[in-house]
Nanobody, 125 residues
Framework: QVQLVESGGGLVQAGGSLRLSCAASGRTFSGYIMGWFRQTPGKEREFVAA????????YYTDSVKGRFTVSRDKAKNTVYLQMDSLKPEDTAVYYC??????????????????WGQGTQVTVSS
């Protein structure tokens, strides 16, 4: 079965950087889109970034554009989220997700059938 395992979370000061990794296994991901979402207590899970596995097309929510970069390594079956210039408001549990790429609705949780367990990112001020 499909497994997504995140790593790389931790505590960092504002202005610092972290790189999250998502190791994907269980199938070939050609034709899939890989997303990153985040969630804080009491709030809905929100879209952060996504990348199409085949073509490498990327999407970002406005609040992270210019600071976060999503990428994938096909050989390693791994998706990355490079987070720079981190702010306290980036503090959240970050989730990796995978779903079939229909070319639309890449920011919707309903697009993604598979989810990782999440990794905590804490940015101190």
């Amino acid at each position: 079965q499909v497994q997504l395992v995140e790593s790389g979370g931790g505590l960092v000061q504002a202005g610092g950087s972290l790189r999250l990794s998502c190791a994907a296994s269980g199938r070939t991901f050609s034709g899939y889109i890989m997303g990153w979402f985040r969630q804080t207590p009491g709030k809905e899970r929100e879209f952060v970034a996504a990348i199409t596995w085949s073509g490498g097309r990327t999407y970002y929510t406005d609040s992270v554009k210019g600071r976060f970069t999503v990428s994938r390594d096909k050989a390693k079956n791994t998706v990355y989220l490079q987070m720079d210039s981190l702010k306290p408001e980036d503090t959240a549990v970050y989730y990796c997700a995978a779903g079939i790429d229909y070319g639309t609705r890449w920011a919707s949780q309903r697009t993604y059938a598979y989810w990782g367990q999440g990794t905590q990112v804490t940015v101190s001020s």
